[in-house]
């Protein structure tokens, strides 16, 4: 009897955990289907719904009264020329002799000895680019000498210059001189020749680093403020990406009809990173160098922005040491006028099958290097490419 009962009880626990498991195995179907929803929600592109949900992140904190005065107070249409004729900032050789300077990696030596030389003379300079009539959308792109074939692409595609329903689009890429090692008197005179033909190059006289990324980004904002009055909006990004215009474009009419135009200032935006710690890391940044999360910013790729608020970015700038990573320093800028960038999910596109199909709903989409962003942009306006 004692053996018969034990035997049932065995078999009724065995359907019991055979039952539970059942269950659990339908649960992480369930569970996974959901979060598959959630991120497909979250990552495609949905048009003027995106912008209706009540969700839309704006994370624009009140602003000072005093960040509010700075911009008032300056000069909103400059009519002044590039001042900085010669290259004259020499090393602060103080540094060298604090002990952090040395426990520094050898790395940001380069960088601290001449974190104060800001502004640099220009090489090559097109002061009438923004002067034909209204610029609806200005690019700017950042770029290599020796990347010609990626600016060849761009121009093809996102950055052809061109009128969209009368909203004129042009572009522009941002360059630094050859860095040590390269075979710069080449590498100038090609670069000479390619703006004679388009027209489209801006250059500084300043060495086209990682670290010096930072100064293409405070030197651009002191260029656009004396020669870009009648521009709208600005978008920056890289020579290796997809960038969809006819979305970007949708999400800036979406804007101004919202009246979220002023302080526009969207991508993929960061919020609450702390900087990486490990040397062997492209972005490392030691704890002696900056000891805090960051604030929010934009990483990589590409963002959009006001003409208003680059001004005013323009501004905070001028009072901000000079940070290595050029994204993390924009953020350090708009911390300082009380603003964070925007997030939207159309800017983010990492690790996902980078289809034809996929491109069609997002503004921006990596990396895309040279023939693979033409091939890229034929594919996604093929009028034959039905998508679900
Ligand atoms: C613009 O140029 C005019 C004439 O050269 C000058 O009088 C005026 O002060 C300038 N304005 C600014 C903001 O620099
Ligand atoms: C460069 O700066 C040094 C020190 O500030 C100064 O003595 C020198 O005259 C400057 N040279 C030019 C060409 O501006
Ligand atoms: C940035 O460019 C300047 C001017 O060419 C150069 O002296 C400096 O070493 C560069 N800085 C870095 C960190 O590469």
Not at 82 to 100: F, I, M, P, Y
Not at 324 to 346: I, R, T, Y
Not at 350 to 365: A, F, H, M, N, W
Request: aromatic share 12%; with cysteine; proline share 4%.
């Amino acid at each position: 009897m004692d053996l018969y009962f034990r035997r049932i009880q065995l078999s009724l626990l065995k359907t019991l955990l055979s039952l539970s498991l059942v269950c659990a195995f339908f649960l992480i179907i369930y569970e996974l289907n959901v979060l598959e929803k959630k991120y497909l929600k979250k990552t495609t592109w949905c048009g003027s719904e995106c912008f209706l949900s009540k969700k839309e992140v704006v994370r624009v904190i009140s602003e000072s009264p005093r960040a509010k005065k700075a911009v008032d107070d300056f000069p909103q249409i400059s009519n002044g020329s590039w001042d900085v004729q010669v290259l004259n900032c020499s090393e602060d050789a103080s540094v060298r002799t604090k002990d952090w300077f040395h426990r520094l990696d050898s790395r940001f030596h380069q960088f601290i000895l001449r974190r104060h030389c800001r502004y640099y003379p220009m090489l090559i300079n097109h002061p009438e680019k923004c002067t034909d009539g209204e610029v609806h959308l200005l690019m700017v792109v950042k770029s290599l000498i020796e990347q010609h074939d990626r600016r060849k692409a761009v121009r093809k595609t996102w950055g052809q210059e061109r009128t969209v329903d009368g909203r004129k689009i042009t572009t522009l890429f941002l360059l630094g001189t050859p860095s040590t090692g390269k075979d710069s008197k080449n590498l100038q005179k090609l670069i000479q020749s390619e703006d004679l033909i388009y027209k489209d190059i801006l250059q500084w006289d300043f060495m086209d680093t990682f670290y010096n990324l930072t100064l293409k980004e405070v030197n651009f904002l002191k260029w656009f403020n004396i020669y870009c009055p009648n521009v709208q909006f600005i978008f920056k990004g890289d020579d290796d990406v997809f960038l969809n215009t006819h979305n970007l474009l949708e999400l800036i009419s979406l804007k101004k009809k919202h009246h979220k135009d002023a302080t526009l200032f969207v991508g993929n935006a960061m919020f609450k990173v702390v900087p990486i710690r490990k040397p062997q890391n492209k972005y490392y940044i030691p704890k002696d160098m900056y000891d805090k999360p960051y604030p929010p910013f934009i990483a990589g790729g590409g963002f959009v922005m006001s003409s208003q608020l680059a001004r005013r970015l323009f501004v905070a700038s001028e009072d901000l040491e000079l940070f290595p990573l050029d994204d993390v320093f924009l953020g350090m800028c708009l911390q300082k006028l009380h603003l964070a960038p925007e997030m939207h999910p159309a800017f983010r596109a990492v690790g996902e099958r980078l289809s034809p199909c996929l491109c069609r709903k997002k503004i921006l989409v990596h990396k895309f290097i040279g023939q693979q962003l033409l091939n890229i942009w034929r594919l996604v306006h093929n009028e034959e490419l039905v998508c679900a």
